[in-house]
């Protein structure tokens, strides 16, 4: 049973860097039948797909996020990484990891999700 | 961008009843659709992917249909776990979700 696990502050300043890593276990990450994703969910709203990632480090960014987002991922530790650039209270989300099913682009495993405020 | 619009944003449905969610596209996306439970406090669940594929370990009241611009998820006969938000989402171009449709208990 593969299982995701977020970790990182809860709690980010404006205009510093949001960083969330994600821990897989269970399954491997260089299984090549996956993407690695991030998604995230601003209180009480929808869905918001920020990027995923494959095993080799080839990247995919939503465009409107393009700018400020990098994904890498670690298949040593087992473990994706997001770094967020310039955040303002409109990243405030619940950030969630995600294994995609890379034929159909469709995550089937999450991660519980993660909180992170952005505040002063 | 595609735009994916979901309706009703509130449907209320008696337990033992047939539910039935749409999901519109603002361009066609195939069959590039997926369909996902959400509960209060969790992660969102897979439910379809392919518009009509049920995921691993989904209850066969739950189908999927449609292709291009209209979808449909149904559920053949409500249980009370199944009270939850619902989200379509398409992977055609860039991936993006509805907004969702609460379904409630009536």
């Known amino acids: 049973q593969v299982q995701l696990q977020e970790s990182g502050p809860g709690l980010v300043k404006p205009s510093q860097t949001l960083s969330l890593t994600c821990t897989v276990s269970g399954g491997s990450i260089s299984s090549g039948d996956y993407y690695w994703s991030w998604i995230r969910q601003p209180p009480g709203k929808g869905l918001e797909w920020i990027g995923y990632?494959?095993?080799?480090?080839?990247?995919y960014y939503n465009p409107s996020l393009k700018s400020r987002v990098t994904i890498s991922v670690d298949t040593s530790k087992n473990q994706f990484s997001l770094k967020l650039s310039s955040v303002t209270a409109a990243d405030t989300a619940v950030y969630y990891c995600?294994?995609?099913?890379?034929?159909?682009?469709?995550?089937?495993?999450w991660g519980q999700g993660t909180l992170v405020t952005v505040s002063s | 961008e595609i735009v994916m619009t979901q309706s009703p944003a509130t449907l209320s449905v008696s337990p033992g009843e047939r539910a039935t969610l749409s999901c519109r596209a603002s361009?066609?996306?195939?069959?590039?659709l997926a369909w996902y439970q959400q509960k209060p406090g969790q992660a969102p669940r897979l439910l379809i992917y392919g518009a009509s594929t049920r995921a691993t370990g989904i209850p066969a009241r739950f189908s999927g249909s449609g292709s291009g611009t209209e979808f449909t998820l149904t559920i053949s006969s409500l249980q009370s776990e199944d009270f939850a938000v619902y989200y379509c989402?398409?992977?055609?171009?860039?991936?993006?979700f509805g907004q969702g449709t609460k379904l409630e208990i009536k």
């Open positions: 361009q066609s996306v195939s069959s590039n």
């Open positions: 995600a294994r995609v099913l890379r034929q159909w682009l469709s995550p089937d495993y």
């Open positions: 989402q398409q992977y055609n171009n860039w991936p993006c």
């Open positions: 990632i494959y095993y080799s480090g080839s990247t």
